[in-house]
């Protein structure tokens, strides 16, 4: 567990921003041991000091294996203006190494035009614990499932201190200005530690004639669900204090700059009961007055949904939900001066009672706040009959309000125009495409969701780090608008050393780790993302371009696409990605 509010507040930053929000000192941690070491490694055998090459972003290096890669210090790669580019470094050494540190230079064009260093930066990737995917969706032992370490966090620090017989991979992240002008540009990346010698790592750097528009632009609809209460409770902190509102600012901003596009609230107490390790607090305050009627305080709801919005999600507000997976709602009796919780069945006389006060006051409050037309109540995998009911009461009680629904059998086609955002699952709902049309004539989003059912592609910890990026890529081959997945920051008790959950595979239930700290997951993530944008934007080039070329570029995209439009592993993922990025890469030059 992290040691405390005050300390942890030092981290207070997101994506590679060290030296505009971090202070002079740095929370860090040792990682938990490796319960599986490779007991075949010979680090006797490996030359004393540090070695250093260009790795894999494909490749997870384990901490205690020796790399045995051969020495390549140099990288050639290409990017959009506003684009974000990954590379992996790995370092290893036999021996224990204080002080190690990237830094790079300007990168230089060939016409003399320069980027700032700024524009790049390596974090020194952690490890964590994980396990397997097994059954996937079950109550879990740890003692019946495999556990290793596995790299997946992003440290922030600006230098690490490197532990004898140990690899240790660095992220590496350059963000292209929008503004740059296209050409090869080069930087020398210097690596450094004390007692050491300055390795140098050339990188190369081509800047396509295309232009990736900034995350609030994109049309792909993300879907990242959040749970303020559970940072919160790791950073023990007062939820809704001042502290927790600062501590949460590095996560927002990470959201908009992947594309989020919803805001996540709970407006009733658990409504998905005890699946995460902490509850997911009602937003919105119910309360009985004395004489039988309703009040209802907005305070916390409206001031989430401002501050999301004033990062930069500002495009849906899910409220969750009418229908809990409990069926139970809480409220404060002022009579009885206690919470009571009642039992609520969708359809019954009970649950239309309780909802109907909340619903029109609800709808009121919306309007005067300006926000009736993005706001949806959300449900999640519920049955056909409870979301039927449901719906006969919105139409008499709520017409205005929508409606998002994360499907996992098939229930949209029981009310097609009734969902205005709608999530099919990837593996157990085949939506047809002119449903996909149909909705998306209406201006409906219809996105997919993968969860603990999914082997692949997802984001597991222990997942391949190209299946994220096949989500992005999944996304624009079946012709979904996005993607649903339900866990940002849902953390277990120690998310820091200890991935694993008591029910689902290790990493299902969060995406960045205390101290914001982003992943190797939630990179590729975006990384799918922005291919997936990109995509988007060559085909209504294309497709807007009256020239016999264009049509035949449009026909080449479509084709190396629709490879990725598949349920299940591919037999080699990664060849088929690299192969799908190298066609990209034609078509935009």
Known sequence: MLS??????????????????????????????????????????????????????????????????????????????????SVQLVLWSRDPIPKVKCTFSDFISEQGQKLSSEIACARFVRYVLTDEFADGCSSRNPSDYAVYLSPDALDNAPSFDMEGKATRPVWITMQVPAEAVPGIYTSTMQVSARGEGTQDFHFQL??????????????????????????????????????????????????????????????????????????????????????????????????????????????????????????????????????????????????????????????????????????????DERNEEDMQNMLRMMDEVAPDIGIALADSHGA????????????????????????????????????????????????????????????????????????LRWSFTSWVKDPLHDSRFRRWPAGDTYMVYPGARSSIRFERLVEGIQDAEKIRILREKFRNADKETANLRLLLLDETVARFNSIGRPENAEALMRQGKKVLEELSR
Request: proline share 7%; net charge negative.
């Open 412 to 483: 949209y086609k029981l009310f097609p125009d009734k969902i205005k955002d709608l999530s099919v699952s990837y593996t157990n709902v085949m939506i047809e495409s002119a449903d996909i049309a149909s909705r998306r004539s209406m201006g409906y989003p219809t996105t997919y969701y993968v969860c603990c059912v999914d082997e692949f592609p997802n984001t597991f910890t222990f997942s391949p780090p190209v299946d994220a990026v096949y989500l992005g890529w999944y996304a624009g081959a079946a012709g979904f608008d996005g993607l």
């Open 206 to 379: 081509e800047i396509l004639p295309q232009l990736l528009p900034p995350p609030s632009e994109w049309q792909f609809h993300l879907d990242l669900w959040q749970h303020p209460l559970s940072i919160a409770r790791v950073y023990q902190v007062e939820p809704w204090s001042e502290e927790h509102w600062e501590i949460m600012r590095p996560y927002a901003k990470m959201l908009a700059e992947a594309g989020q596009k919803v805001i996540t609230t709970s407006v009733i107490e658990k409504p998905w009961g005890t699946q995460t390790e902490w509850g997911f607090e009602s937003m919105i305050q119910w309360t009985k007055k004395t004489d039988g009627s309703w009040a209802f305080d907005y305070t916390i709801f409206d001031k989430y949904v401002q501050f999301m919005m004033d990062m930069g999600v500002d495009r849906q507000i899910s409220c969750y939900s009418l229908i809990p997976w409990t069926e139970k709602l809480v409220y404060f009796n002022e009579a009885a001066s206690q919470n009571d919780t009642v039992n609520i069945k969708p359809g019954s006389s009970g649950f239309i009672e309780m909802w109907t006060p909340f619903l029109k006051a609800f709808s009121i409050h919306l309007k005067v706040k300006g926000w009736h037309l993005i706001t949806v109540f959300a449900m």
């Open 4 to 85: 405390g509010p005050l300390t942890l507040l030092l981290l207070l930053f997101a994506s590679c921003d060290q030296d505009k929000q971090a202070p002079n000192t740095f929370e860090t941690y040792s990682e938990a041991e490796d319960p599986s070491p490779d007991t075949s490694a010979k680090w006797e055998a490996v030359v004393p000091g540090l070695h250093a090459t260009v790795g894999s972003i494909d490749v997870r290096y384990m901490k205690s294996a020796v790399p045995g890669l051969p020495r390549v210090n140099q990288w050639k790669g290409t990017a959009w203006k506003g684009e974000r580019v």
